[in-house]
Nanobody, 123 residues
Framework: QVQLVESGGGLVQAGGSLRLSCAAS????????VGWFHQVPGKEREYVAA????????YYSDSVKGRFTISKDNDKNTVYLQMNSLKFEDTGVYYC????????????????WGQGTQVTVSS
């Protein structure tokens, strides 16, 4: 089992940057693939990025490719999402999620979720 806590959200102007953190407890992130998802009210949770169990492979949605970077810090048992060149459309709640096997773009295939952190991008 693993428990996840997101942090690092806030208010930023368009073109700015934020770094979100997802801290794990219970088990280390080395045992889990981790994904980041974005959600706005009234819409389905949207895939952002994912990283494999060993951290050797990372994946991104087309909308964030070249702007966002997902990474793991095994010493701190934390996964990060570095967000650069933020756009108004990036506004919403960001969730991290963990799965014991595969990094996936479908939120329904993840077993564990954090509480989310709010990101607001002003235009």
């Amino acid at each position: 089992q693993v428990q996840l806590v997101e942090s690092g959200g806030g208010l930023v102007q368009a073109g700015g940057s934020l770094r979100l953190s997802c801290a794990a407890s219970g088990r280390t992130f080395s045992s889990y693939a981790v994904g980041w998802f974005h959600q706005v009210p009234g819409k389905e949770r949207e895939y952002v990025a994912a990283i494999s169990r060993r951290g050797l492979s990372s994946y991104y949605s087309d909308s964030v490719k070249g702007r966002f970077t997902i990474s793991k810090d095994n010493d701190k048992n934390t996964v990060y999402l570095q967000m650069n060149s933020l756009k108004f459309e990036d506004t919403g709640v960001y969730y991290c999620a963990a799965d014991p096997w595969y990094a996936d773009s479908d939120y329904r295939r993840y077993s564990y979720w954090g509480q989310g952190t709010q990101v607001t991008v002003s235009s």
